[in-house]
């Protein structure tokens, strides 16, 4: 890759000093840094600077970035969390897959691409990245809402069916002796022999190990470092992929208790590795062929930031998810993942693909990853825009559907967290009849009482939407409270209850203090009549019940 001696290390260090501006200026327009990461490779590469070509360092260091990321991905992925996944998020998250590779694989077929070419672009335009998605999601404070919840379900999804992928794409892909029986007999032994061992190392032996090293954080991750990679080199010398073994590695540890602590300490680490595996992916951008593949690119960009959220709408919609959690869910596919770049230099790795396609799927994933960004950060704008032509994608629903019996209430409860669940038991326990909306079309009242639950009823409605309130017995109400912390949500429910005559007292939920005060207009005009703050109440709660001891 580089010189050696003096001329290696400094090298390497001006490699990482253009990362390190160029990751300053990414995350100055609010961009991930893979698509910096790129640019970097574009930049020291053989098109311009020419300090890095191809060579062992740069490829040894991306394989085991690659591997990290791959063991934490397995780390994640326990088995109760797996069971767990709704059904929303297995439907979408197969439907979008199955959707985007048939229609990818049609559009590809249409520039002429060979068979074997067309399904690797087809199927690495499928998945979508999580890491972008669940960072991107928690800066906005919408991991736990139900379409960020949705979103990581079927990411996870996606995350599985690439796995699987590239073990079908191991196993059989690359180059071995035999008949094709006798390849798939030789491939059926060494996968049950990889399995069978890691299912006794699971049950007798890394329980055991990682308690005896756990006393050293130090210690532990460079333990789970040598597994990761003692697994990884074990599946590639019996003929699958690198890949493979380092997320079978984490998978082995991922019921563990440790599982978090492994997860959080590598994090940096990962991203750090996977800096040279993007920079490489630049610097293999050949510049000379790049402009017959810019109209390519740019039909499978619009087809992923366009595509994949309709058939997420379509598919959420039918399931009877208002139109805004289906369109915020849909976003999060609206790019491609770090995987796809690692699916197809999997490919070309195999001979299956050349550089040409490779590049094809990093300029597809630049322009999506930049676009999709803006696309999140800026969701609710986007959705205020498009929000008359989604309508479409969202099922009708009657009072008679909406509303179970009776048709008349004490208390109205809007959405039902963790904060709204302790209000709904406390009315029920007073005696009063309480309907709780929630726009969940699959949610269920859990209630630590269960001889409440008969006071309790729960009807499917979009808090955001200025119509629906009309079709509540709002006259009958004696309190209405909304649990929602979104303080715009809010707003356009207080109005639009007023709207439709609800004369009961109504009664916001606000996180913070600028949030409270942001409620000062509608307070002044009584169309709020209380704004409640769980957190300051708690503290208030707290510091009597200490002063009380």
């Known amino acids: 890759m580089m010189a050696a001696g003096l001329d290696t290390f400094a090298t390497m260090a001006a490699v990482l000093t253009v990362a390190a501006i160029m990751a300053f200026l990414a995350h100055r327009a609010r961009q991930p840094l893979i698509v910096a990461f790129i640019v970097v490779g574009v930049i020291v590469g053989p098109s311009l600077l020419g300090w890095v070509g191809g060579g062992d360092t740069l490829e040894l260091l991306a394989e085991i970035g690659i591997a990290i990321l791959l063991f934490l991905v397995g780390l994640k992925l326990d088995i109760h969390l797996v069971k767990s996944i709704g059904p929303v998020a297995l439907v979408t998250g197969l439907g979008q897959v199955l959707f985007t590779s048939l229609v990818g694989f049609g559009i590809a077929l249409l520039f002429g691409m060979p068979v074997v ?116 080199a074990l599946t590639d010398y019996l003929g699958f992929s690198v890949e493979v073994g380092a997320f079978l590695a984490g998978f082995a540890i991922a019921s563990t208790r440790f599982r978090e602590s492994i997860a959080s300490s590598l994090s940096g680490l990962r991203d750090f590795l996977l800096l040279f595996f993007f920079i490489g992916l630049g610097a293999q951008l050949d510049f000379s062929s790049i402009g017959t593949q810019v109209p390519a690119a740019i039909v499978f960009s619009a087809f992923i930031l366009i595509g994949n959220p309709l058939i997420v709408l379509v598919i959420m919609g039918v399931m009877g998810y208002p139109k805004r959690v289906s369109f915020l869910a849909g976003l999060a596919v609206a790019q491609i993942s770090e995987f796809s770049l690692i699916l197809v230099a999997l490919g070309r790795d195999l001979g299956h693909v050349d550089n040409d396609t490779v590049g094809l799927v990093t300029l597809v994933g630049m322009i999506t990853i930049a676009a999709s960004t803006y696309m999140i950060l800026y969701s609710k704008q986007l959705f205020a825009v498009l929000e008359p032509v989604l309508g479409i994608f969202e099922r009708r629903r009657t009072i008679d559907d909406a509303l179970p019996e009776p048709k008349s209430y004490d208390v109205i409860v809007f959405g039902h967290g963790r904060f709204g669940r302790r209000l709904i038991e406390e009315f029920a326990r007073a005696g009063y009849s309480v309907l709780v909306v929630d726009w969940d079309p699959y949610a269920k009242i859990r209630l630590e009482d269960a001889t409440l639950a008969d006071r309790v009823s729960l009807a499917y409605g979009d808090a955001s939407n200025g119509e629906f309130p009309g079709t509540l017995p709002l006259r009958s109400a004696k309190w209405i409270v909304s649990t929602i912390p979104n303080v715009e949500v809010n707003k356009v429910l207080a109005t639009s209850l007023r709207h439709h005559g609800a004369t009961a007292p109504v009664a916001v939920t606000a996180h913070t203090e600028a949030e409270a005060r942001e409620f000062g207009r509608e307070i002044d005009e009584n169309v709020i009549n209380l704004v409640l703050e769980p957190f300051d109440d708690a503290a208030d709660d707290a510091i009597a019940a200490l002063k009380a001891l």
């Open 117 to 232: 070419m067309a399904v690797y672009v087809a199927v690495a335009l499928t998945f979508s990245s999580t890491i972008i998605i669940v960072k991107l999601l928690s800066d906005k404070g919408e991991l736990d809402e139900l379409h960020g919840r949705i979103a990581l379900g079927f990411l996870i999804v996606q995350d599985i069916v690439v796995i699987l992928v590239m073990i079908a794409l191991s196993s059989f892909g690359g180059e071995r002796d035999g008949s094709l029986w006798e390849q798939i007999v030789g491939v059926l032994l060494a996968a049950v022999g990889v399995i069978g061992g890691l299912a006794v190392a699971m049950r007798w032996v890394l329980p055991r190990l990682l308690k005896l090293v756990a006393s050293s954080q130090e210690l532990l991750i460079v333990c789970c470092v040598a597994w990761a990679v003692a697994v990884a």
